[in-house]
């Protein structure tokens, strides 16, 4: 690695070690569906999936869950920044649809406006009989 960060591969090339996660368009963003299959993790479970896009985790989360790759993720670790009304009630639904809970939640200091969450998959029957309101306002 040279002090820029940057890497010299094998052929002598640059390499930047850093992939931006949204929709494909590599080198330099890359889909999560993309992400699994370069890494060969189809049809695997991932015990803990940490992702700090600097925002890409409100157009991405949905595509965490893509069914074609078959990967179950039982713990997801996502910074979540400058949240709002409109995607954050999306975004925990989301979370709650595909059976996850909230098991630890903290602010960060060093960057106002960014909250850490960690959450936890559980089996689809430990919530079954719960009532959840959706989005911002429960009842509406």
């Known amino acids: 690695q040279q002090g820029d960060g940057s890497r ?3 052929m002598g090339k640059d390499e930047d070690p850093q992939v931006g996660v949204g ?7 890359k889909s999560i569906k993309t992400l699994v299959k370069e890494l060969g993790h189809e ?22 869950f ?8 039982r ?21 709650y649809e595909h059976n996850y809970v ?3 939640k903290e602010p960060n200091i060093a960057y106002p406006g960014a909250i850490e969450y ?6 689809p029957d430990f919530s079954k009989d719960i009532v959840r309101a959706k989005g911002a306002v429960p009842g509406e």
Do not use: Y
């Not at 929709?23 to 963003?29: A, K, L, S, Y």
């Not at 893509?66 to 993720?73: E, K, P, Q, R």
């Not at 713990?75 to 979370?95: A, R």
């Open 8 to 10: 010299k591969s094998q």
């Open 23 to 29: 929709i494909d368009n590599p080198p330099r963003f």
């Open 43 to 64: 049809n695997r479970v991932i015990d803990i999936f940490k992702i700090d896009c600097e925002g890409c985790e409100w157009a991405t989360a949905q595509h965490w």
């Open 66 to 73: 893509d069914t074609s790759v078959n990967v179950t993720l």
């Open 75 to 95: 713990q997801i670790q996502v910074e979540l920044h400058g949240s709002d009304i409109q995607n954050t009630p999306k975004f925990f639904d989301l979370m």
């Open 102 to 104: 909230i098991f630890h």
């Open 118 to 123: 960690a959450f936890l998959k559980l089996a």
